[in-house]
């Protein structure tokens, strides 16, 4: 069982940043492709961005490309997603998520682990 807490959600205006970090407790986290995932009110959830094993392949949804990044650090457990020209549109709880498994270049793998999500509120 792999935990996942995300952290450094907050209100910031638009146009601002934010640096959502993800840890997890496992000792095996280079294993998993992690992913970020966001769910805005009323809405479903849906795919943000996704980071191979190593880190050296990385997938974004369009609307996030251009503006965040994903990256991890596997000697501390941590995937974190940086958010740079923030829109009102951005506004939504973000989740962190693992996958044992491969990597591809989809949206739409399955994750087989989910942290509790963190809240971004973009005013305008």
């Known amino acids: 069982q792999v935990q996942l807490g995300e952290s450094g959600g907050g209100l910031v205006q638009a146009g601002g940043s934010l640096v959502l970090s993800c840890a997890a407790s496992?000792?095996?986290?280079?294993?998993?492709?992690m992913g970020w995932f966001r769910q805005a009110p009323g809405k479903e959830r849906e795919f943000v961005a996704a980071?191979?094993?190593?880190?050296?392949?990385?997938y974004y949804a369009d609307s996030a490309k251009g503006r965040f990044t994903i990256s991890r650090d596997n000697a501390k457990n941590t995937v974190a997603l940086q958010l740079n020209n923030l829109e009102p549109e951005d506004t939504a709880v973000y989740y962190c998520?693992?996958?044992?498994?491969?990597?591809?270049?989809?949206?739409?793998?399955?994750?087989?682990?989910w942290g509790q999500g963190t809240q971004v509120t973009v005013s305008s």
């Open positions: 496992t000792r095996t986290f280079s294993s998993y492709v």
């Open positions: 998520a693992g996958r044992y498994g491969g990597f591809s270049n989809s949206g739409k793998l399955k994750y087989d682990y």
């Open positions: 980071i191979s094993r190593s880190g050296g392949y990385t």
